[in-house]
């Protein structure tokens, strides 16, 4: 395995509960000292509890992920779905908060029309480096729904559906663009980094080029070559049950960290089950049935979900290698980068493809 060695924490990876504080506390709001690091790879997320008796959540993004610009976009996406009172978590406005500027640290600065990115000084990662960036919004305590059943399907495609109503109002500027190109750089980034098992390497990359042919053709065939406007919304872009959360009977859609554009179907197949089959056909008819009480659903994108599917399977391959120097990554995946997984892989996605066709 060629996979580069973790290295010691560094930066990012030394985040403290106490440099959390001190960003909380230049805003106007003061922890009580009860604090609780969240599941999360990509970014950094805490819970706070506040001496008022409440409680936010802090966001901290992970160095070189988003720039400024795409993270305020998927912020005023999240305003503009609660302003249409789509329940979503959207992130606070830090202008009301914040106490005298004059009183910060150098580099320390709010940015966006809304004041939802502070720029905070990294004092663990020493004179020179770059502010972290920080956002903040409500904790909001749930639990995770039951969505098995066709009503309970249907409510969340209703939820959905508000969310794209709002989302085929404008354009992302700055966000992922979500095409088959992904595929085949996620290929190619896969193999830059030589990750894969010398042994292995030639079966998986001929497997990995086919999936990544067919899900360019699919996309082609759905949405026509070079499709933009039409087919495209501003998209949730991960949404599947883990980024669903039930309070006092309200389902809520929380995480929009990988907002996008992209056709609607990326917002629904993740909820369904498995591959083709009649359990999977009605659990989307239902989910269907509560989106087009909201919008129209074009059902040619029915063919996407397999695309869809193996599209998500290379690129997450991609970002566990290109995140393995963070120390988290070898851990939540141990197994990445043997031979069982790259054999595994290729099996995977020589199945795609021939779905796909």
């Not at 066709?150 to 495609?157: D, K």
Request: glycine fraction near 10%; charge should be negative; charged fraction near 25%.
């Amino acid at each position: 395995m060629s996979l580069p060695p973790a290295p010691t924490p560094g930066g990012f990876g030394q985040l403290t509960p106490q440099t959390v504080l001190a960003a909380l506390d230049a805003v106007g709001l003061r922890g009580d000292g009860r604090i609780l690091q969240l599941n999360s790879y990509e970014n950094r997320v805490w819970r706070v509890m506040l001496e008022d008796g409440g409680a936010v959540v802090a966001k901290f993004y992970r160095p070189g992920r988003w720039s400024d610009a795409q993270i305020l976009e998927e912020h005023a996406f999240t305003l503009e779905l609660a302003a249409a009172e789509v329940p979503v978590l959207a992130p606070l406005s830090m202008q009301l908060l914040a106490a005298p500027p004059g009183a910060w640290p150098d580099g320390a600065a709010i940015s966006g029309a809304h004041g939802t990115l502070l720029h905070w000084p990294d004092a663990e990662a020493g004179p020179g480096a770059a502010p972290l960036r920080v956002s903040l919004s409500p904790w909001l305590g749930g639990r995770d729904p039951e969505v098995e059943s066709p009503q309970a399907f249907e409510r969340l495609g209703r939820l959905i559906g508000r969310v794209h109503a709002v989302g085929a109002r404008g354009r992302f500027a700055h966000r992922l663009h979500l095409d088959a190109s992904l595929a085949h750089r996620a290929v190619q980034t896969l193999i830059a980094l030589d990750v894969v098992e010398p042994g292995l390497r030639p079966r998986w990359e001929s497997a990995a080029r086919a999936a990544a042919d067919a899900v360019e053709r699919a996309f082609g065939r759905v949405l026509g070559a070079g499709a933009d406007a039409p087919a495209l919304l501003r998209l949730h872009g991960d949404a599947h049950r883990g980024n669903l959360l039930e309070r006092d009977t309200t389902l809520h859609l929380v995480d929009f960290d990988d907002a996008c554009s992209g056709p609607a179907m990326q917002d629904l197949w993740l909820f369904l089950d498995g591959h083709e089959g009649e359990s999977r056909r009605r659990q989307l008819d239902a989910l269907l049935r509560g989106y087009e009480d909201f919008m129209e659903f074009d059902d040619a994108q029915r063919a996407l979900i397999e695309p869809l599917r193996t599209l998500r399977l290379l690129r997450h391959s991609a970002w566990i290698a290109e995140r393995w120097t963070d120390p988290a990554f070898p851990r939540a995946f141990p197994g990445f980068g043997s031979p069982n997984h790259w054999a595994d892989q290729t099996v995977l996605l020589l199945e795609q493809a021939d779905r796909m066709g």
